[in-house]
């Protein structure tokens, strides 16, 4: 079992392999590094995880990848941005209002209070009160969210749900995703909360972004809980 270090051009086409590390049985929490020389025009690299027939049951997890690389660091001419393991979470405590009637795609989530974002790459944006995440390079994400709406006694017959939408700057944004759903229900209690949550892996190229997006069927505008904690995203990179 091992790790191989796989070389990508900017148009998603195979170059090679480099800085292959093959791992023991008993290598847990332990640091490995190699050096290797990336191909010519290499825009990206993805570490990929291999087992052998004679290693089959044995399952391990990469924790974390940090790889200095000055061919492919001049491809994005941002050391800050060279093939940083992407880790952020960020919450809300404000309580914001959903608009009601709500043209598609909805209205989306400004998660606009910073736990953490590693590195610290600037990807994400609240332009106009509306929170986007936007790659830099290509990269695969499991995101996680959450969205609590307040207490009150307007749910009865309406429905919502959560939904991650991708936004790729020239056809704007897309359905990618449904994360969660509230279906109706004829008689909810007096005081009644709605709370989405969900998780969902998206895969972005350069430039493209994603945002939560919430619908409802509500005609009075329904407001976010802001107790911290209620309303939050995070992902990952996998």
Not at 45 to 50: A, D, E, G, L, T
Not at 143 to 168: H, L, P, Y
Not at 169 to 187: C, H, I, P, S, W
Request: aromatic share 10%; net charge negative; with cysteine.
């Amino acid at each position: 079992m091992g790790i191989d270090v796989v070389c990508y051009d900017a148009a998603n086409l195979f170059l090679g392999i480099i800085a292959p590390i093959t791992l023991s049985a008993d290598s847990s929490d332990t640091i490995f590094s190699a050096s290797g020389t990336t191909p010519a025009n290499t825009a990206y690299v993805r570490v990929r995880k291999w087992v052998d027939a004679a290693a089959s049951a044995t399952i391990f997890r990469i924790k974390k990848i940090q790889l200095n690389d000055s061919a492919v660091a001049r491809s994005y001419n941002d050391d800050a941005h060279v093939n940083s393991y992407v880790s952020i979470y960020y919450n809300t405590t404000t309580a914001q209002v959903i608009p009601s009637p709500i043209a598609l795609p909805g209205s989306i989530i400004n998660y606009n209070t910073k736990i953490y974002d590693d590195p610290n790459a600037d990807r994400v944006t609240n332009a106009g009160g509306f929170w986007k995440f936007t790659a830099e390079r290509y990269m695969r994400l499991r995101v996680s969210a959450m969205v609590k709406f307040a207490e009150d006694s307007q749910w009865g017959n309406q429905e919502a749900n959560m939904t991650i939408f991708r936004e790729d700057g020239a056809l704007g944004f897309t359905r990618y995703k449904e994360m969660d759903r509230f279906e109706a229900q004829v008689n909810p209690l007096p005081n009644f909360t709605v709370t989405l949550r969900g998780t969902a892996d998206i895969e972005l190229r350069a430039g493209e972004g994603f945002s939560i997006i919430v619908q409802h069927t509500r005609a009075i505008d329904p407001a976010l809980d802001g107790d911290d904690g209620a309303n939050w995203v995070d992902c990952e990179e996998i």
